[in-house]
């Protein structure tokens, strides 16, 4: 909906709400999960998971140099990852450090607590936002891309305009592009389920409810690799959307999702 002096409705209410309680249960659940993962820092696949067995990655400490090993890869990481100071400055042999985490001293028990709590504030919220927006049009409307805009010419096209840093102009500013649809339907449709449904699979309450998410997912070992997966994937889109933000204009970007107008960047001359 126009308004006067260039200014335009971007964003409802839902949309607006759902955003700022995401961003606070999401920002919650990845620093409280890697407390979680503090307690165990290795991943595996299938069903292997003991102490014993060769994991996929590990974050670790020989008690001089904190280390990050993929397979066979493996990198020094003192000072970040594996081993760091915590509050009190002395070293700490953790795969996160203190800043990371919540809470910030080592505890698994309110690691957990803290991230069952904004779990079920992810999923309920996620679900009452999916219902409003199909039921409004949002999803269709906004958010899905149209044919043409997935011909590969015009996806490259795109990617050159964000690679030198050339965003759109005027009306064309007030719609999400296809680039901005294509991020937005994986991540509400692909990673948040997917990182959901694992989170629900290494429960062992729900494994005996629904034991079919251990199968679906080859094992609670896989499905908490998968989880971690999903989790980087979710960290990276954040800093790429903030850093778009910030190259787009901040102030307007962050009012919009605030009150919903927009202020539509003048055309070119």
Same mark, same amino acid.
């Given at each position: 909906?126009?308004?006067?002096?260039?200014?335009?409705?971007?964003?409802?209410l @839902?949309?607006?709400l759902?955003?700022?309680?995401? /961003?606070? /249960?999401?920002?919650?659940?990845?620093?409280?999960?890697?407390?979680i993962f503090?307690? *165990?820092?290795?991943?595996?696949?299938?069903?292997y998971?003991?102490n014993?067995?060769?994991?996929?990655?590990?974050?670790g400490?020989?008690?001089?140099?904190?280390?990050?090993?993929?397979?066979?890869?493996?990198?020094?990481?003192t000072?970040?990852?594996?081993?760091?100071?915590?509050?009190?400055?002395?070293?700490?042999?953790?795969?996160?450090?203190h800043?990371?985490?919540?809470?910030?001293n080592?505890?698994?028990?309110?690691?957990?607590?803290?991230?069952?709590?904004?779990?079920?504030?992810?999923?309920?919220?996620?679900?009452?936002?999916l219902?409003?927006?199909?039921a409004?049009? *949002?999803?269709?409307?906004d958010?899905l891309p149209?044919?043409?805009?997935?011909?590969?010419?015009?996806?490259a096209?795109?990617?050159?305009? *964000? /690679?030198r840093?050339?965003?759109?102009?005027?009306?064309a500013?007030?719609?999400?592009n296809?680039?901005?649809?294509?991020?937005?339907?994986?991540?509400?449709?692909?990673l948040? @389920?997917l990182?959901?449904?694992?989170?629900?699979?290494?429960?062992?309450?729900?494994?005996?409810a629904w034991?079919?998410?251990?199968?679906?997912f080859?094992?609670?070992?896989?499905?908490?690799?998968? *989880?971690?997966? /999903?989790?980087?994937?979710?960290?990276?889109?954040?800093?790429v959307?903030?850093?778009?933000?910030?190259l787009a204009?901040?102030?307007?970007?962050?009012?919009?999702?605030i009150t919903?107008?927009f202020r539509? @960047?003048?055309?070119?001359?």
């Amino acid at each position: 909906m126009s308004e006067d002096q260039g200014t335009v409705y971007r964003h409802r209410l @839902p949309t607006r709400l759902w955003h700022w309680l995401n /961003a606070v /249960a999401v920002f919650c659940l990845l620093m409280s999960g890697l407390m979680i993962f503090n307690a *165990h820092p290795m991943l595996y696949w299938g069903q292997y998971g003991a102490n014993a067995d060769t994991p996929a990655l590990k974050i670790g400490s020989d008690g001089k140099r904190g280390y990050l090993r993929i397979g066979g890869w493996e990198v020094t990481t003192t000072g970040v990852l594996g081993l760091s100071r915590g509050q009190d400055g002395r070293l700490q042999r953790l795969a996160f450090p203190h800043w990371a985490t919540i809470p910030s001293n080592y505890n698994l028990a309110d690691g957990r607590r803290w991230h069952i709590l904004f779990a079920w504030v992810l999923t309920v919220a996620g679900i009452a936002y999916l219902a409003v927006s199909l039921a409004n049009g *949002h999803v269709r409307r906004d958010l899905l891309p149209r044919r043409d805009e997935l011909r590969p010419r015009h996806l490259a096209r795109e990617i050159a305009d *964000h /690679a030198r840093l050339r965003f759109p102009k005027g009306e064309a500013a007030a719609r999400y592009n296809s680039l901005q649809k294509l991020s937005y339907v994986g991540v509400i449709f692909g990673l948040l @389920p997917l990182a959901i449904l694992t989170g629900w699979t290494m429960s062992p309450g729900l494994n005996a409810a629904w034991p079919w998410l251990v199968d679906l997912f080859g094992g609670r070992q896989s499905a908490r690799t998968i *989880h971690f997966i /999903a989790a980087t994937l979710i960290t990276l889109f954040i800093a790429v959307h903030l850093a778009m933000v910030l190259l787009a204009g901040p102030v307007n970007e962050v009012r919009s999702m605030i009150t919903g107008r927009f202020r539509l @960047p003048k055309e070119r001359s």
